[in-house]
Nanobody
Framework: VQLVESGGGLVQPGGSLRLSCAASGFTFRSYAMSWYRQAPGKARELVAGIGSAGGGTNYADSVKGRFTISRDNARNTVYLQMNSLKPEDTAVYYC???????WGQGTQVTVSS
């Protein structure tokens, strides 16, 4: 199993980023996927999740209305569209095959002016 995140970077408050996670080594379309984040000195937290067919999305209260999780099963990729970014969104973002101990290496998102 391999999960490779990309799309992170430095963005100003109010800006947007789109994260991608390319999956391989398992039947992607059969599994729910999740995005997590970990800020310095804090525990890793769930940001958003999505069911295997693209439904059943859920979000942390802190990102509801600003972030959107989606997936393309033909491309074995899960996305996280992040809008109206805030400094408190600064973290390393990870994707995960939900309920399994498969994690990507993470991608850094920094929101700062």
């Amino acid at each position: 199993v391999q999960l490779v995140e990309s799309g992170g970077g430095l963005v100003q408050p109010g800006g947007s980023l789109r994260l991608s996670c390319a999956a391989s080594g398992f039947t992607f379309r059969s599994y729910a996927m999740s995005w997590y984040r970990q800020a310095p000195g804090k525990a890793r937290e769930l940001v958003a999740g999505i069911g295997s067919a693209g439904g059943g999305t859920n979000y942390a209260d802190s990102v509801k209305g600003r972030f959107t999780i989606s997936r393309d099963n033909a491309r074995n990729t899960v996305y996280l569209q992040m809008n109206s970014l805030k400094p408190e969104d600064t973290a390393v973002y990870y994707c995960r095959r939900t309920y399994y101990s498969n994690w990507g290496q993470g991608t850094q998102v920094t929101v700062s002016s």
